[in-house]
């Protein structure tokens, strides 16, 4: 198996072109530094505003965790429902999750308004229940959805679900729609062709080794900003020491030879693709791909926490393994090329966004976790710039504030080590954690 990110492999039968890096000194209106899906987002919500607008990147656009993802747009994603409602009650999960529902909302309205061919596929949602347990959390996730008022999700016993899906070892699942899949590397090269049309300068290749008051400065150059909104990942503590409250899980994706036809009409009898993951904790999740392929994306649990990337094939051909198990009529099928990934996440799994608290014109997003939060926080910061939606989008200080409630305090890093502490953390976010007791004060002009 090659490791190498498929999505790249991708960009070659399109050919976009490289920005060129940033050589000069240059002024402008507001300049966004990263160009992952926040950033992007951001000077997407920004341009055509008649402000001077410059994005830095210090890859491609995409050239970290959004062009290495999935590309599963779903609300659903380490933040479950369920959790949720345990946090911040009913009212507040439903606030929550407007959040990745508006994300997915600007990427979908982006795709058709510009035309971005980026293999975007309607692929409902299928949360699968592996054995008695997983029946227990399909059957819990349903009403949960029910209770918070939502109506578009099925629940399907085994007989049902084997009408949809032929497999072996899930006893049930929840279905629900308005998910999609996407390839996020071409559509960020997509939208880098949009932004540089209306006018956004970018740079790649083109890293910001620090930010000193109103400028960014580059190995060759520098940006004086009135605003800077600083969406890079794998921050160092230099750009903000909240970055050590930034937390990495590490997650494998893989990718298959073109099924066959008869292959497909196994897998999907009904002729409806799905999206779909299943109920274990640290879970394996599939889709089908343009030219019929499976992208297969999992880990276990010790390969979760570590702090770097780990390219050894053993994590993933596990994964391979217990896909296979569910499929056997896939049992011959090559996985051909798999890539690691590390998310960016805070302890809690909700993002942190916060203004320099000298600089207010310097703003940060930090720890964001799935395409759709990465694609709402961009363009938040950037309503926030811009002095729209002000009042809408207050109600999300108290989730997004660095000030909020975190169970295991960031000092017991230097005794227990940063994977312990995020492996503590998430476990307690994921099944204990409530956070309705301890909302922050609002603070007027936090963001
Ligand atoms: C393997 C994997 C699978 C995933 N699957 C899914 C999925 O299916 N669905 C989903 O919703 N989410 C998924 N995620 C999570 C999702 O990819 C991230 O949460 C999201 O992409 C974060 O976007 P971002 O823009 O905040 O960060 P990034 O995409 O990491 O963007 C940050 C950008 O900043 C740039 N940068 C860093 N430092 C500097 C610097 N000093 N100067 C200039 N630029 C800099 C980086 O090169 C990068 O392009 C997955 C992640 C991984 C790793």
Redesign the pocket.
């Known amino acids: 198996m090659l490791v190498q990110n498929y999505w790249f492999t991708t960009l070659l039968e399109k050919q976009y072109a490289t920005c060129p890096p940033l050589l000069k000194n240059m002024e402008c209106d507001v300049l966004v530094?990263?160009?992952?899906?926040?950033?992007?987002a951001c000077a997407a919500a920004l341009q055509g505003k008649g402000l001077k607008v410059v994005l830095?990147?210090?890859?491609i656009?995409?050239?970290?965790?959004?062009?290495?993802?999935?590309?599963?747009?779903?609300p659903d994603?380490e933040l479950e429902l369920s959790q949720l409602v345990r946090r911040y009650g009913v009212a507040g999960a439903n606030e929550i999750w407007e959040v990745p529902v508006k994300g997915i909302d600007l990427i979908k309205n982006n795709v058709e308004k510009f035309n971005i061919d980026c293999d975007f596929r309607v692929q409902d949602s299928l949360f699968l229940g592996i054995g008695k347990s997983g029946e227990e959390d399909v059957k819990a996730e349903f009403e949960c959805r029910k209770s918070v008022g939502f109506t578009n999700q099925e629940i399907y016993n085994k007989q049902e679900l084997d009408k949809l899906v032929t497999s072996t070892g899930f006893n049930a699942a929840v279905c629900y729609n308005q998910t999609y899949g996407i390839n996020?590397l071409q559509y960020l090269q997509g939208m880098k062709n949009v932004l540089l049309e209306n006018d956004v300068k970018i740079y790649e290749n083109?890293?910001?080794?620090k930010i000193e008051n109103d400028t960014a400065y580059t190995h060759a150059g520098s940006v004086k900003a009135k605003q800077i909104v600083v969406?890079?990942?794998?921050?160092e503590n230099d750009f903000n020491p909240l970055a050590k409250d930034v937390f990495h899980a590490q997650?494998?994706?893989s990718i298959s030879e073109p099924l066959s036809d008869s292959e497909l009409k196994t897998l999907f009898p009904f002729g409806t693709e799905f999206q779909m993951w299943d109920s274990t904790l640290v879970y394996s999740?599939f889709r089908l791909l343009k030219g019929n392929r499976i992208l297969l994306?999992g880990g276990n649990a010790a390969s979760t926490f570590l702090p770097n990337a780990w390219y050894h094939e053993n994590v993933i051909k596990g994964v391979h393994k217990r896909f296979k198990s569910h499929f056997p009529f896939l049992k011959n099928l090559n996985f051909t090329q798999y890539?690691?990934?590390?998310?960016?996440t805070t302890r809690d799994l909700l993002p942190t966004i916060v203004k320099d608290p000298i600089n207010k014109n310097l703003h940060f997003?930090m720890g964001?976790?799935?395409?759709?939060?990465?694609s709402f926080?961009?363009n938040f910061v950037a309503e926030n710039i811009l002095g729209v939606a002000e009042e809408e989008n207050k109600k999300y200080y108290e989730y997004f504030t660095s000030r909020r409630y975190f169970a295991f305090p960031s000092f017991l890093q230097n005794i227990l080590g940063k994977p312990t502490l995020f492996a503590l953390n998430n476990g307690w976010a994921k099944y204990y954690q409530v956070d309705k007791n301890h909302l922050p004060a609002k603070m007027e002009n936090e963001f």
Not at 61 to 74: D, E, V
Not at 231 to 235: E, L
């Open positions: 530094i990263g160009g992952g899906m926040s950033g992007v830095l990147e210090k890859n656009l995409g050239g970290s965790s959004s062009g290495r993802s999935a590309g599963f747009l779903t994603s996020p083109t890293e910001v080794k969406a890079i990942d794998k921050m997650t494998f994706l999740y994306g890539w690691p990934g590390l998310i960016d997003i964001v976790v799935g395409l759709p939060w990465a926080c961009g």
